[in-house]
Nanobody, 124 residues
Framework: VQLQASGGGLVQAGGSLRLSCAASGLTFRNYATGWFRQAPGKEREFVAAISRTGSGTYYANSVKGRFTIPRDVRKNTVILQMNSLKPEDTAAYYC??????????????????WGQGTQVTVSS
């Protein structure tokens, strides 16, 4: 199983970025999937998650109202749409998935599969 995150880059504050997480070896509709981020010198933190059915989403308070986590079943990808970006959103972003947990458990880091990070830098 491999998760491949992409779409990071440099953006000005107030701008938008769209991250993608593509999977090989698993089908996202059978997995709760989420995004985490880690800034230099800080612990990894939960950002957003979507349930196995796709009917439920869960967001960190810091991104609620600015980020969304849609899922493209046909392409087997999970997106993190980031709008109104702030400098404090700067971090490496990671996608993760697990077939056995609900979104709140995934948010706590209970993930069997992790992708590599994609860097997001927001300039002020």
């Amino acid at each position: 199983v491999q998760l491949q995150a992409s779409g990071g880059g440099l953006v000005q504050a107030g701008g938008s970025l769209r991250l993608s997480c593509a999977a090989s070896g698993l089908t996202f509709r059978n997995y709760a999937t989420g995004w985490f981020r880690q800034a230099p010198g800080k612990e990894r933190e939960f950002v957003a998650a979507i349930s196995r059915t796709g009917s439920g989403t869960y967001y960190a308070n810091s991104v609620k109202g600015r980020f969304t986590i849609p899922r493209d079943v046909r392409k087997n990808t999970v997106i993190l749409q980031m709008n109104s970006l702030k400098p404090e959103d700067t971090a490496a972003y990671y996608c993760a998935a697990d077939a056995r947990v609900i979104t709140s458990q995934l948010a706590a880091g209970e993930c069997s599969y992790w992708g590599q990070g994609t860097q997001v830098t927001v300039s002020s």
